[in-house]
């Protein structure tokens, strides 16, 4: 059976007769790192105290079960094992055991039968841990990668407190991570009962990342305005004929900030995003305030240089746009990717086709609507909506990479 069979077995090291913990877990932390593997299997007592021990928890393969997935929490282990108490396996399996195969003692009455079923389960359970570590192991090393070395940098906002991008995109990329593991061991009872997708779950974790990448590359500011203008841009004038620079309260002029609208100029490395024009409001023909006189009543608009023609991103004049930017991730994304990363302006260009074929799918998912405001409710959109594939999953990777990076990443690679 052995030699039929397609799984190339390596025994790693024999361990000595008589060797303690300490000695088994140093030589199982060296040759984890030494290599690259893709499975492991680790039998649940290693030294030969383990063997007077009856207490799981002080079992030496659990403690090397541990150092094997800090190492690499995406690398299966199955446990080899004697035992049948419910205790020790669910211990193993708090700490991420993948799978377990029963030794069953030589002096049992077995039959040739049994233990050739026993074999195939085993080679079965290996086979579906190396399809799940194929699936997950790319982007694991993708995510290693970024966390080496990449483009963000933390800033100040507001006070001395500083940002924290770079754990925040963490928490989301090992999001990502955790929920794809679980896509790929989800049972089919509860997929089909509960109604839920792990996988388009991963998605949406994986694109939340382009949140945090945004507000992490612009500058936003809350600028003080020279002067008051009227909608045409021609300057207001007080009682003594002099430009109007402050409020009535004397205290500068500044962007929106209230709590149901908070206006922001946006800027990328000294490219402007978006900025806001503001003019009076009039009761009658007098300037319209508030009832305690402190500031001026304004309306606005929001003006940037980019917008959106015909599927190609363009960079014209300042000019009034509909959208509300600051809400549009895609316009913000495609920003920066053109102005930033010098991009394509549309889908010819490989990185900005990632990026809509992402947008596209995200906006017809079942968990969102995104931009379609007529769905049919008559219709069960988990049985009939789009389908998040692994394909999908590493196209939207490849973008959150290069958007970290500057480059695609290597266990990835892009399809031109």
Known sequence: M??????????????????????????????????DWSLILLDIRLAEQDRQEDDSA???????L???KQHNPVLPVIMFTASTKAKTLNSFAENGADGFYIKH???????????????????????????KYALLSPFWKGIQEIEKANLIQEKRVGTPQETSFRKRIHERLCMFIGLLKKAYEQKAFDKDTFLYDEYETAFLTLWSCLNEISECYFTKTQPILPHLTDKNGNLMMDDKNQPITLNPNKKPLTYRNTKIDKHYKWDLDGNLFLEHKYWPKYDGTTLKTDPKKNWYFTDFERVSSFGLDNGNYIDSTIRKVDLDYQKEIRMQIAFILIKKFNTGNNESDPIVKLFEDSRKLRNHLYLVHGDDTNTDYTKSLRQSGVKVTNSNLQDLFKLIYFLLKGSTPVTLALNT
């Open 2 to 35: 052995f030699e039929e069979a397609t799984i190339e077995f390596n025994c790693i090291q024999e361990l000595k007769k008589g060797q303690n913990r300490q000695e088994v877990l140093r030589l199982v932390e060296n040759i984890i790192k030494a290599d």
């Open 58 to 64: 002080n079992f030496s393969g659990l403690k090397a």
């Open 66 to 68: 541990r150092i094997i």
């Open 105 to 131: 003692s030589p002096d049992t009455s077995r039959t040739p039968e049994i233990v050739r079923n026993d074999v195939i389960s085993l080679f079965a359970l290996v086979k579906n841990c190396l399809q």
